[in-house]
């Protein structure tokens, strides 16, 4: 498919990106054109996940009468890419032409260009993926629902954030962290599940013997979890599935109880990084973005409540440029984690010429221009800069997708004057492009420590006990 022909050339380009097309310019310029022209057609997507949930999008494309196939097929095709990954399922129905649907069915067959998105969610809902045709007519209003999520802060508690590069542990009292560490593992790289079972077994041991007695532990980690069982995780990307089934799902239920059967509760990174900012904002309607080994994403709600919904932004389309970077694990182009994660700033570094020593690991890489930007290196500066410019233009998209009063920006990525680039750069990026959302979202950088541990912190209120 060539270049989606409704591109919109930013007015904030950046120096070492300059092909980079954002999303919202784009969809806006699209939508336009199509209610300008003649019977726009009116189309519904329904995304089915676990209990019977829906999510539905309604849109509009080009009336088939005006020969637009491709067009309306590479907006749809994205915009259920992105839909998938943010709301979650294993069934997608549209509700439009049976053209699309066909092209839409195609891309999510087996051996399409959405082969790895149909085997991840037909793994994490353990039902087979599929996509249904049907008419507009015949596809209901969603049924969301939402509950809470943590603000559990009574007792003796352990949070534990575990990272692609680092894990972070907290000891908590009555909501009050008395003791933080970090310590750097390497568990995307280890074949082994002992190493993963060790390192998360040695920072909880670490918080533990801060405190008389532990009453719960709270789990943040990047990937899906159910019933505190591990479905899919990038942490453990190099086990074998057999050993995956067998060790790494009940990994943490078995930590608690080889600790002595205490209360655990595990959740999505993202989720705890939103949790993190609803409770240091004292507000709702959080979306959190940490930035770090990928990209994590949560969401807080008008009240307060997680969603549900999977939340994977590191998968969400960020850039329609079809010659960037295309994800290892995906196979697709244009994808949040090549933007919001260490491997942006490594991407933006090699392409720019700014040499990195190919022994460091991506974790060190990242260290190192930050030193740089420290010691004022204009490409350094350039690549932050950059990353801010992208998270503008994308926080313009999510906002489709999300009720968003506060983003709060978290992770690795964001330490230091790296951070405080990224977030002015995207509030420039509001106030020059989308004027009215720059007046109802505020881009929040928390203070160094809470943006390093805050989600070990949020992650030790999640089990809910009862002090006896």
């Known amino acids: 498919m060539n270049a989606f022909k409704y591109n919109v050339l930013p007015k904030i380009i950046s120096e070492l990106d300059p092909n980079f097309r954002p999303i919202a310019l784009a969809n806006a310029n699209f939508l336009k054109a199509v209610m300008n022209s003649n019977n726009p057609e009116f189309v519904v997507i329904a995304i089915e996940r676990n209990q019977g949930i829906f999510s539905v999008y309604k849109t509009y494309i080009f009336n088939e009468s005006e020969n637009e196939f491709e067009a309306n097929a590479f907006y749809i095709e994205r915009l259920i890419k992105s839909l998938l990954w943010i709301k979650g399922g294993w069934k997608i129905v549209f509700g439009g032409p049976k053209s699309i649907a066909d092209y839409i069915k195609a891309c999510y067959s087996i051996g399409g260009l959405r082969e790895f998105d149909r085997e991840f969610m037909t793994r994490i809902y353990e039902k087979e993926f599929v996509v249904e045709h049907t008419s507009t007519s015949q596809i ?9 999520l943590g603000r559990h802060l009574e ?19 009555d909501g009050v962290p008395i003791y933080s560490e970090e310590v750097i593992w390497h568990p995307k790289l280890q074949t082994d599940p ?9 920072s909880i041991q670490t918080a533990a013997s801060k405190m008389p007695r532990v009453d719960a532990i709270g789990v943040s980690a990047a990937g899906v979890y159910i019933d505190n069982r591990v479905m899919a995780a990038s942490l453990f990307i190099k086990v074998p599935k057999e050993d995956f089934d067998h060790y790494v799902k009940d990994m943490f239920i078995k930590i608690a109880k080889d600790l002595g059967d205490i209360p655990i509760e595990v959740a999505n990174d993202g989720d705890v990084t939103a949790l993190a900012g609803a409770m240091s904002l004292e507000s709702n309607q959080v979306l959190g973005i940490a930035m770090g080994t990928s990209q994590a994403a949560g969401y807080v709600d008008a009240k307060g409540n997680i969603t549900g919904w999977l939340n994977e932004l590191a998968f969400v389309p960020a850039d329609y440029n079809l010659d960037a970077m295309v994800d290892e694990w995906s196979l697709d182009y244009g994808c949040g984690v090549k933007y919001f994660s260490q ?25 190192h221009v930050q030193h740089l930007l420290y010691d004022g290196n204009r490409t350094a500066e350039r690549i932050f800069d950059t990353i801010g410019i992208y998270l503008g233009y994308n926080i313009a998209n999510y906002a489709n997708f999300y009720d968003i009063n506060h983003v709060l920006v978290l992770g690795r990525v964001t330490s230091g004057e790296g951070g405080v680039r990224v977030i002015n750069y995207a509030k420039h990026v509001l106030e020059t492009e989308f004027p009215e959302l720059a007046e109802k979202i505020e881009i929040t950088l928390p203070d160094e420590k809470s943006r390093r541990i805050g989600q070990s912190v949020a992650a030790a209120s999640l089990p809910d006990i009862t002090i006896k």
Request: without cysteine; hydrophobic residues 35%; glycine residues 10%.
């Open 140 to 148: 209901l209003d969603s049924n969301e629902v939402s509950k809470p």
């Open 155 to 173: 007792g003796y508690r352990i949070g534990f954030d575990a990272g692609g590069s680092d894990r972070k542990v907290s000891a908590v009292v």
């Open 194 to 202: 002992n190493y993963h079972y060790q390192g998360i077994l040695s």
């Open 343 to 367: 491997d942006a700033v490594i991407k933006l570094a090699d392409s720019n010429g700014l040499i990195l020593n190919s022994n460091l690991s991506p974790a060190e890489k990242l260290e």
